[in-house]
């Protein structure tokens, strides 16, 4: 009995001596990675974007993402645009009509010049052009409609210039309409634009996408074309009053030789030649409408003038063109009041 007790004796001394030894082993260290890292196993990585994913594997995916769509980029590039739009991939291109422009004129006024002149410094463009369908078998739309409403020009500094008004009495001014495959269109649109400009962008929009533009060259288009006309005094008005008299008129044939249509302003002088005294002066005196090309017009320059009796009395009239101010012709007449 004695020797079974010092057995567990000597035992338990082995047990609590082998305790102690295990619990001073030392114990591992936790792992703790401050931002910008993030803990990935037992280590930490770097994680600027704060998206829980390494940067270093985010690039390689981002490498593969690109060889990925550099290789179906490849592969649609050579498919034929029928295969594209059966997979939905196109729905339609950028320019799907077609500008040609077929001549270009510049003018002070169109028709009526009282009622339809541009303003000072400028002109009317006025551009015969034909538009086209070029993209309807490449589009899923069935037609395009062109409208006047939708086309401008612009200038190298971007202003825009809508439509004139004036383009609606052209004789063969652009019509608005639709434009199925193969289908085009010719007419005329008048633009107001300032005389100075060199460089204008014609441009078809619709619904803020454009389907056609193309520039031109202004340098290149001769200046506004001038009336070539010339004017015959055929009569001068007058009464007679006792020991006075008075200029009531002065009727004159305007002769238009030229290729432009203009209204005619009339400079008038009248000097009393026997005291030289100068009785009347006036500029764009009475009214005379619009001269049609190759046409002669037979008007009268209403003008009131009271003289004395006896008296010679010279007329000096000067014939310019309203829009221009240039002088197309000047008459003298001499008058004696009996």
Same mark, same amino acid.
């Given at each position: =009995? ?16 082998f ?6 082993? &030392? ?9 910008p ?14 998206n ?12 593969e993402?690109?060889i ?12 034929? &645009? ?13 320019? $799907? ?30 551009? +015969?052009?034909?538009? @086209? ?7 899923l ?8 409403s939708? =086309?401008?020009?612009? /200038? ?14 052209l /004789? @063969?001014?652009?019509? /608005? ?5 193969? /289908? ?5 649109i ?36 001038? &009336? ?8 001068? +008005? ?10 009531? $008129?002065?009727?004159?044939a305007?002769?238009?030789? $030229?290729?432009?249509?203009?209204? &005619? ?6 000097? +009393?030649?026997?005291n ?9 005196? $009475? ?11 037979y ?19 000067? =014939?310019? +063109? ?12 001499n008058?004696?009041?009996v």
């Amino acid at each position: =009995m004695e020797k079974i007790t010092k057995l567990c004796l000597i035992l338990s001394i082995v047990l609590f001596l082998f305790a102690c030894q295990s619990s001073k082993s &030392p114990t591992a260290k936790a792992v703790v990675c401050n931002k910008p890292y993030i803990l990935v196993g037992t280590s930490c990585c770097l994680d600027i974007n704060d998206n829980l994913i390494c940067d270093d594997d985010e690039t390689n995916l981002q490498t593969e993402e690109e060889i990925i769509s550099e290789e179906n980029e490849e592969t649609e590039s050579n498919e034929n &645009p029928s295969e594209l739009e059966e997979k939905g991939l196109v729905e339609e291109e950028a320019f $799907g009509l077609e500008i040609t422009v077929n001549s270009l004129v510049k003018k002070k006024c169109i028709g009526e010049c009282s009622f339809s002149g541009a303003d000072k410094g400028k002109i009317f463009l006025i551009a +015969d052009i034909t538009v @086209k369908n070029v993209n309807y078998e490449k589009s899923l739309r069935d037609y395009y409609y062109v409208s006047k409403s939708n =086309m401008y020009l612009k /200038d190298e500094k971007g202003y825009q210039y809508e439509i004139a008004f004036e383009t609606y009495n052209l /004789d @063969k001014k652009l019509e /608005d309409t639709k434009l199925k495959k193969g /289908d085009f269109i010719r007419g005329e649109i008048a633009y107001e634009i300032a005389e100075s400009l060199d460089m204008l962008k014609i441009v078809i929009e619709d619904y803020d996408k454009i389907l056609a533009e193309t520039w031109i060259n202004l340098s290149q288009i001769d200046d506004v074309e001038k &009336p070539e006309a010339s004017f015959t005094i055929r009569s001068i +008005d007058k009464s007679w009053y006792s020991s006075s008299g008075v200029f009531s $008129g002065i009727n004159v044939a305007i002769n238009n030789s $030229g290729n432009v249509d203009f209204r &005619p302003r009339f400079d008038i002088k009248i000097t +009393d030649t026997t005291n030289f005294d100068v009785i009347f002066e006036e500029s764009d005196a $009475g009214y005379i409408g619009t001269v049609t090309a190759g046409e002669i017009y037979y008007g009268e320059i209403g003008i009131y003038v009271w003289v004395d009796e006896h008296h010679d009395f010279r007329f000096e009239i000067t =014939m310019l +063109d309203e829009q221009t101010g240039i002088e197309l012709d000047k008459q003298r007449e001499n008058e004696i009041m009996v």
